[in-house]
């Protein structure tokens, strides 16, 4: 019988792995769902959407008809519009809970359970180490996680269904993204977008700040 008080141990790069893999498969899946839900529009945007702190990641999308019909819906704002461009809170198409889901999300819950309980093989972090230390370990690893999922599904042709426009806005996003968030939806945008949509995520946090 295990025993619930041993330490914890991970390491850091088979972590990076196989959270890839997790969510390059529920990509897969969620396009899949997408293209039946989005059935007959065009898709424009497709980005990991997760919480605060990373702690549980799913994916957003948003058509360019479902675009129109929000701002249609809307007093005519420019600041409005804009957001409804590039942040995902307003998006129609938000995947959090699908089953395809359930390994990436387990596999955060190991990450931050061996991160406060246990040790990682590869990398020493002293017990005292300073809440910036860590976030910074932590902005660090999902940030290459989430580059190499976008760039995986680029080179596997994801986007070129016919239900993609050509230049897909692709990223990281999160519900109700604070500064610290947006820098790092940033950070992500700038090596996986094109530069017109990383020129528009640039803008979009201006207006936060």
Same mark, same amino acid.
Request: glycine share 4%; proline share 2%; net charge negative.
């Given at each position: 019988?295990?025993?619930?008080?041993?330490?914890?141990?991970?390491?850091?790069?088979? +972590?990076?792995?196989?959270?890839?893999?997790?969510?390059?498969?529920?990509?897969?899946?969620? *396009?899949?769902?997408?293209?039946?839900?989005?059935?007959?529009?065009? $898709?424009?945007?497709?980005?990991?959407?997760?919480?605060?702190?990373?702690?549980?990641?799913? =994916?957003?999308?948003?058509?360019?008809?479902?675009?129109?019909?929000?701002?249609?819906?809307?007093?005519? !704002?420019?600041?409005?519009? +804009?957001?409804?461009?590039?942040?995902?809170?307003?998006?129609?198409? *938000?995947?959090?809970?699908?089953?395809?889901? $359930?390994?990436?999300?387990?596999? *955060?819950?190991?990450?931050?359970?061996?991160?406060?309980?246990? !040790? +990682?093989?590869?990398?020493?972090?002293?017990?005292?180490?300073?809440?910036?230390?860590?976030?910074? =370990?932590?902005?660090?690893?999902?940030?290459?996680? =989430?580059?190499?999922?976008?760039?995986?599904?680029?080179?596997?042709?994801? +986007?070129?269904?016919?239900?993609?426009?050509?230049?897909?806005?692709?990223?990281?996003? =999160?519900?109700?993204?604070?500064?610290?968030?947006?820098?790092? *939806?940033?950070?992500?945008?700038?090596?996986?977008?094109?530069?017109?949509?990383?020129?528009?995520?640039?803008?979009?946090?201006?207006?936060?700040?």
């Amino acid at each position: 019988m295990d025993n619930p008080y041993a330490r914890k141990w991970m390491r850091t790069d088979q +972590f990076v792995d196989d959270l890839e893999q997790a969510l390059l498969s529920a990509a897969v899946a969620c *396009i899949e769902t997408l293209s039946r839900d989005a059935a007959g529009e065009q $898709v424009y945007a497709f980005c990991l959407y997760s919480t605060s702190g990373c702690t549980g990641v799913g =994916f957003a999308a948003q058509t360019s008809e479902a675009l129109d019909r929000a701002n249609n819906a809307r007093e005519r !704002d420019q600041r409005a519009g +804009f957001a409804n461009l590039v942040c995902a809170d307003e998006w129609s198409f *938000i995947y959090m809970d699908a089953e395809s889901l $359930v390994p990436a999300d387990q596999l *955060i819950d190991e990450f931050y359970d061996v991160l406060y309980h246990g !040790d +990682f093989e590869d990398v020493v972090l002293a017990d005292d180490a300073p809440p910036a230390e860590l976030q910074t =370990f932590v902005d660090d690893l999902f940030c290459r996680v =989430f580059v190499r999922v976008f760039l995986a599904l680029k080179a596997a042709g994801a +986007f070129d269904a016919a239900i993609f426009t050509e230049d897909v806005f692709l990223g990281l996003q =999160f519900a109700d993204a604070s500064d610290h968030d947006a820098s790092l *939806i940033e950070r992500v945008s700038a090596q996986v977008n094109s530069v017109a949509w990383h020129e528009d995520v640039r803008l979009y946090r201006s207006y936060l700040g």
